[in-house]
């Protein structure tokens, strides 16, 4: 049976650069450049209530790849960096425990 053009893939990129993104509507947002392994990618992501950008530079995350693109304030966020809720309900990013090759996708 083929994949729906509606499953999500979630696979982990490796963050190359981050950048503040306060022309964007919401607080605490940031511009991440994501090397996938096969592919580079952009992201806006609401992550700064809990990190900083200069500790995201290296950061592997885990990514939704399939779900479009969006223009944020003129950037194009290609996939969503999944984080989920800390205590104060501000995302907080969702990362392997270990180094893994880029690209891996969830299973």
Same mark, same amino acid.
């Given at each position: ?34 090397? !996938?392994?096969? #592919? /580079? $990618?952009?992201? +806006?992501?609401? =992550? ?7 500790? !995201?530079?290296? #950061? /592997? $995350?885990?990514? +939704?790849?399939? =779900? ?40």
């Amino acid at each position: 049976m083929g994949k729906s053009p509606f499953d999500v893939n979630f696979k982990v990129g490796e963050i190359k650069k981050a950048e503040d993104f306060s022309e964007a509507r919401k607080p605490k947002m940031c511009k991440l450049w994501i090397d !996938l392994g096969d #592919k /580079q $990618v952009q992201s +806006a992501a609401q =992550l700064l209530y809990h990190h900083s950008i200069d500790e !995201l530079f290296g #950061k /592997q $995350v885990l990514c +939704a790849t399939n =779900l479009g693109e969006v223009r944020i304030a003129g950037f194009k966020s290609e996939v969503l960096t999944v984080g989920v809720p800390g205590r104060d309900g501000n995302p907080v990013l969702v990362q392997p425990a270990k180094d893994v090759p880029l690209g891996g996708e969830l299973y």
